[in-house]
């Protein structure tokens, strides 16, 4: 079971008497940093079991696995607890790291009813994350409707996001709000949720959409957001495009980002292996070349 703020304050309590004691702890060792390349299972996966992705993102590189809900690996909140201890098991017995659950919850509903049903859907996978061994779910915001103020809509979301994020940090989850949806994806609008959404535990997730590219450009709207980003990057495939994902890696070695960049792939190419391996050497050229340009 996780720990709950209430237990956290009192073993505070005693960790400050313990300070008192004539004794030096040692010193914190550094945290490495660097970015980490995974799957989102988006496309690419959806057909694989948990055996199948763990053996197929070991051999590729891509040591990390966002697992999207509704998709044959069957990691869903109907899961038990044998199951879902099960599921972490296979996890922790290899290199691959479960990073989460993405789900297509949202939070715009008009409805109160259906807005309710969305916010206890995601503790439900907030439990279930945790249970498997993940650190975060994955939600959206998603839309605007008709006859609503964006402004009502936008702190409705904010609002939803807090308590989530309350809720999820006694089981040491992050909620990941996806840069997704119609016009909510747009940058200046998900800065508007997360100046309402000011928990600490309310995370961005960046989506590497074109509409990153709208006014400004891509630094003006990534750094709106920059210092909310969450432990999860979205990226489609890198040599795909015209999306400038040599700028994005620049941008997030220069704020020293070092979360899970996950490969949310679009194409079906005959041979997935071979294509999650290429797509991870890659993200090693670009994540090298973002290194080069921020020692300029």
């Known amino acids: 079971m996780p720990v709950s703020r209430?237990?956290?304050?009192?073993?505070?309590?005693?960790?400050?008497?313990?300070?008192?004691?004539?004794?030096?702890?040692?010193?914190?060792q550094p945290r490495k940093s660097g970015?980490?390349?995974?799957?989102?299972?988006?496309?690419?996966g959806k057909d694989w079991d948990v055996p199948t992705l763990i053996r197929n993102c070991d051999k590729t590189g891509l040591l990390g696995v966002e697992l999207r809900v509704e998709h044959a690996h069957k990691v869903?909140?109907?899961?038990?607890?044998?199951?879902?201890?099960?599921?972490?098991?296979?996890?922790?017995?290899?290199?691959?790291?479960?990073?989460?659950?993405g789900t297509n919850e949202q939070f715009d509903f008009p409805d109160p009813a259906r807005l309710k049903q969305a916010i206890e859907n995601t503790k439900a996978y907030v439990k279930l994350s945790h249970d498997c061994g993940g650190s975060g779910v994955k939600v959206k915001p998603n839309a605007f409707h008709e006859g609503i103020?964006?402004?009502?809509?936008i702190e409705q979301i904010g609002k939803s996001?807090?308590?989530?994020?309350?809720?999820?940090?006694?089981?040491?989850?992050?909620?990941?709000?996806?840069?997704?949806?119609?016009?909510?994806?747009?940058?200046p609008n998900i800065k508007a949720i997360m100046d309402?959404?000011?928990?600490?535990?309310?995370?961005?997730?960046?989506?590497?959409?074109?509409e990153d590219l709208l006014g400004k450009g891509l630094e003006y709207n990534f750094n709106l957001v920059s210092d909310r980003l969450g432990d999860t990057v979205h990226v489609r495939e890198l040599n795909i495009g015209n999306y400038p994902y040599q700028q994005?890696?620049?941008l997030l070695t220069k704020v020293s980002y070092s979360g899970w960049i996950l490969l949310e792939a679009r194409t079906q190419p005959p041979d997935l292996v071979a294509a999650m391996e290429e797509q991870r050497k890659v993200f090693e050229g670009m994540v090298e070349r973002g290194k080069g340009e921020v020692r300029k």
């Open 161 to 187: 996001l807090n308590e989530l994020a309350d809720f999820a940090e006694d089981y040491g989850q992050q909620i990941r709000l996806e840069v997704h949806g119609e016009v909510t994806q747009e940058l």
């Open 196 to 210: 309402v959404a000011t928990h600490r535990n309310a995370t961005v997730c960046w989506n590497s959409n074109d």
């Open 35 to 44: 970015m980490k390349f995974g799957l989102c299972t988006y496309l690419w």
């Open 248 to 250: 994005l890696f620049n």
């Open 149 to 153: 103020p964006h402004e009502k809509t």
């Open 6 to 28: 209430r237990t956290f304050v009192k073993s505070a309590t005693a960790v400050a008497a313990w300070s008192l004691l004539p004794f030096t702890l040692p010193a914190a």
């Open 76 to 101: 869903e909140p109907n899961l038990t607890a044998k199951q879902r201890a099960e599921v972490k098991r296979m996890f922790n017995d290899s290199r691959v790291t479960m990073v989460g659950c």
